[in-house]
T-cell receptor, first 113, second 112 residues
Framework: EAQVTQNPRYLITVTGKKLTVTCSQNMNHEYMSWYRQDPGLGLRQIYY???????DKGDVPEGYKVSRKEKRNFPLILESPSPNQTSLYFC????????????FGPGTRLTVL | AQTVTQSQPEMSVQEAETVTLSCTYD???????LFWYKQPPSRQMILVIR??????QNATENRFSVNFQKAAKSFSLKISDSQLGDAAMYFC?????????FGTGTSLTVIP
């Protein structure tokens, strides 16, 4: 089944404790992206990657890191999480940006205390 | 700056009736792509419809159609014969320069 998977689905952590949210797709997509969704703010793009080893900042990259060492994986790293990073996070993939449909993961609910 | 404005935070429609969700955007780019996605309570994002900015003909997908007014930078979504399963949050992102820009969404309630 074609899908984007994220882990964990739910995470409660404390300020400053490094964490990684994994994202994997099995559709051989070139483009992958991370979003955060907050009430009243909609979705905002954090980082995106057009290909292996190519990553670019979205609108809200501060406090996040990403890497794209393999085509299928695009982990999101929070080196020192803070409460303002409490959010719902989505990973998405598509063949290329443009008119292609983005396929979204199920979301990761992160709470930083 | 690239922005999307969805001025209706909440909308409601009677089952079987028609509703229009508004969306305006701002970009100085001439080449971009427009979408509508729905997000039901399951939180899964589902593509509803899409349109290339250089195509004047409005896209249609079954009960869903758009009214694309490029000069006004408007991209509204019309849902005909509304069904209970249409109840969701609706977003109208656009893509340009490899980035995606989303609005704040419109929450649609379908009344039986």
């Amino acid at each position: 089944e074609a899908q984007v998977t994220q882990n964990p689905r739910y995470l409660i952590t404390v300020t400053g404790k490094k964490l990684t949210v994994t994202c994997s797709q099995n559709m051989n997509h070139e483009y992958m992206s991370w979003y955060r969704q907050d009430p009243g703010l909609g979705l905002r793009q954090i980082y995106y990657s057009m290909n292996v080893e190519v990553t670019d900042k979205g609108d809200v990259p501060e406090g996040y890191k990403v890497s794209r060492k393999e085509k299928r994986n695009f982990p999101l790293i929070l080196e020192s999480p803070s409460p303002n990073q409490t959010s719902l996070y989505f990973c998405a993939s598509t063949m290329w940006a443009g008119l292609n449909e983005q396929f979204f993961g199920p979301g990761t609910r992160l709470t930083v205390l | 700056a690239q922005t999307v404005t969805q001025s209706q935070p909440e909308m409601s429609v009677q089952e079987a009736e028609t509703v229009t969700l508004s969306c305006t955007y701002d970009t100085s780019e001439s080449d971009y792509y427009l979408f509508w996605y729905k997000q039901p309570p399951s939180r899964q994002m589902i593509l509803v419809i899409r349109q290339e900015a250089y195509k004047q003909q409005n896209a249609t997908e079954n009960r869903f159609s758009v009214n694309f007014q490029k000069a006004a930078k408007s991209f509204s979504l019309k849902i005909s014969d509304s069904q209970l399963g249409d109840a969701a949050m609706y977003f109208c992102p656009f893509n340009t320069g490899n980035q995606f820009y989303f609005g704040t969404g419109t929450s649609l309630t379908v009344i039986p």
